[in-house]
C-alpha cells in the first residue's frame, strides 16, 4: 500500500513562491512515477508537473518557467516549488505515484493565491 501525505499549501500574494512536498510511505520509491495534480473550483483535474524514475520531467504549459518538480529517492520525497504564482494557480494541489498501472493520490493540500 503506498500512502502518499503532502504539506505546504498556504495563503499567499500574487508573485509570491510557494514549495509543496509530498511524502511517500513505500518501499522502492525509486521506481515510482511522481506527479503533482490540481484542481481548481468548478474545474477538471489537470498535471501540473511530472518526474518518472530516470527523472524526465513534464510540465504543464501553464507551470513552465515558473514551478520545478523534484525528487529524493532517499527521502521519499517529490517537492514542487512554485514560483511568481498567479491568482488562478489557486488550487487544492495533489501528490500522484504511478507504477506498473497503479495509481495513488494523496490527500491534496489547499494553495490560495491572492490578487
Known amino acids: 500500500q503506498v500512502q502518499l501525505v503532502e504539506s505546504g499549501g498556504g495563503l499567499v500574494q500574487s508573485g509570491q513562491s510557494l514549495r509543496l512536498s509530498c511524502a511517500a510511505s513505500?518501499?522502492?520509491?525509486?521506481?515510482?512515477?511522481m506527479g503533482w495534480y490540481r484542481q481548481a473550483p468548478g474545474k477538471q483535474h489537470e498535471m501540473v508537473a511530472t518526474i518518472t524514475t530516470s527523472g524526465r520531467l513534464n510540465y504543464a504549459d501553464s507551470a513552465k518557467g515558473r514551478f520545478t518538480i523534484s525528487r529524493d529517492n532517499e527521502k521519499n520525497t517529490v517537492d514542487l516549488q512554485m514560483n511568481s504564482l498567479k491568482s488562478e494557480d489557486t488550487a487544492v494541489y495533489y501528490c500522484?505515484?504511478?507504477?506498473?498501472?497503479?495509481?495513488?493520490w494523496g490527500q491534496g493540500t489547499q494553495v490560495t493565491v491572492s490578487s
Open positions: 500522484q505515484a504511478i507504477r506498473l498501472g497503479y495509481i495513488y
Open positions: 513505500v518501499s522502492a520509491f525509486s521506481i515510482y512515477t
